[in-house]
């Protein structure tokens, strides 16, 4: 295996180090970003996520909560809970987290966001500014990707304008949150941008865009999806699956694994993302890198009578 592994937590390490100091700058002038979750239900993805990013925000010197609500919640109790925090000058940030239960419309949730707030860019207006390349807030994971492949690019010597400008970046997966952003961010760099999702394999030609990457970002959330059947030589891949697999051998032991077939992609691949340990370091540290943002936008346009920004 002579690829290189891109090291996410060692990035993310650095990132936060980032954050940190903007965070202490904006202390300077007596403002302290806030965070805050809405978890409806037990999902045990999105509790650990939320656990992680609370930590996370403690260690940035950032203000955090998590308002739960019962799976049974109704849209009207979301809508509600999402009100109070736009309304609330201590908050920066909202991350609703998701699956919502089916009897809540994420739609109607995410147009509630106060924009300044939404942090993750799934208001309308948000997702608007990202498609049109004029984005107020990169949302974290498609972000993680870019800045896995910008620093890696760097440090090995290359000026990742250069770089995109010249190569095709294929993006596998098309949801609202992670594949169709990625797409907008590798239009944003000048990149050739081929999309594939569900029915691109079940068309069958799935390998035929996937061997033309010079790029490739994986958002399928199937395990081994991708082998080195999938890629030419000198790929460099991004793995955003997390996939539970259950231990073969019978041990009952669950562990995660990312759309890459890790050990096959690593015979082609000049450098890949491990899962874990890629994309979902990063992806945790740009939410907080967000808030911040957040909080420095709400600052100066928050009004004088403390009424909440209007914007649109
Ligand atoms: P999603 O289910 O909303 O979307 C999956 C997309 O992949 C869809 O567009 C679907 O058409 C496509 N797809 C499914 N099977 C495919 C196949 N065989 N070939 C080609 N395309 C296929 O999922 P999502 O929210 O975008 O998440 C994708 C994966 O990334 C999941 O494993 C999820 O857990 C993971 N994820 C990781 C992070 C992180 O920080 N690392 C963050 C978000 C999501």
Not at 54 to 70: D, I, K, N, S
Not at 86 to 103: E, F, K, M, T, W
Not at 116 to 127: C, R, S, T, Y
Request: hydrophobic fraction near 45%; aromatic fraction near 6%.
């Amino acid at each position: 295996m002579g690829a290189r592994v891109i090291d996410g937590r060692a990035l993310a390490e650095e990132l936060k180090e980032q954050v940190l100091l903007e965070a202490k700058e904006l202390a300077v002038r007596g403002i302290r970003p806030g965070l805050a979750t809405v978890l409806v239900g037990e999902d045990y993805a999105a509790q650990a996520y939320e656990r992680r990013v609370g930590r996370l925000a403690a260690q940035l010197g950032c203000r955090y909560v998590c308002e739960r609500l019962p799976q049974e919640a109704e849209e009207a109790d979301v809508l509600a809970v999402v009100g109070k925090l736009n309304a609330d000058p201590r908050v920066s940030g909202i991350l609703v987290l998701r699956p919502l239960p089916q009897q809540v419309s994420e739609p109607a949730i995410f147009r509630m966001l106060n924009p300044l707030k939404d942090i993750e860019a799934v208001h309308p207006v948000n997702a608007g500014l990202l498609a049109l390349g004029r984005a107020r807030y990169v949302p974290s994971t498609p972000a993680a990707c870019f800045y896995l492949l910008d620093r890696y690019l760097e440090r090995s010597g290359r000026l990742p304008e250069e770089f995109y400008s010249r190569s095709t970046v294929v993006v596998v997966g098309r949801s609202n949150n992670v594949g169709k952003p990625a797409v907008s961010l590798g239009f944003a760099r000048n990149a050739t941008v081929i999309s594939c999702d569900v029915n691109t394999y079940r068309a069958g030609r799935l390998r035929e865009h996937t061997l033309r990457a010079d790029a490739l970002i994986v958002a399928a959330g199937v395990a081994g999806l991708i082998d080195q059947s999938y890629v030419r030589e000198g790929v460099i891949a991004i793995d955003v699956g997390i996939n539970p697999v259950r231990d073969p051998k019978g041990s009952g032991r669950v562990t995660l694994v990312g759309d890459l077939d890790f050990q096959s992609v690593a015979r082609k691949a000049e450098a890949l993302t491990p899962v874990p340990g890629g994309v979902g370091p990063i992806t945790d540290v740009w939410l907080l890198k967000n808030t911040v943002a957040a909080a420095r936008w709400i600052s100066s346009s928050w009004g004088s009578n403390g009424s909440p920004p209007a914007v649109g």
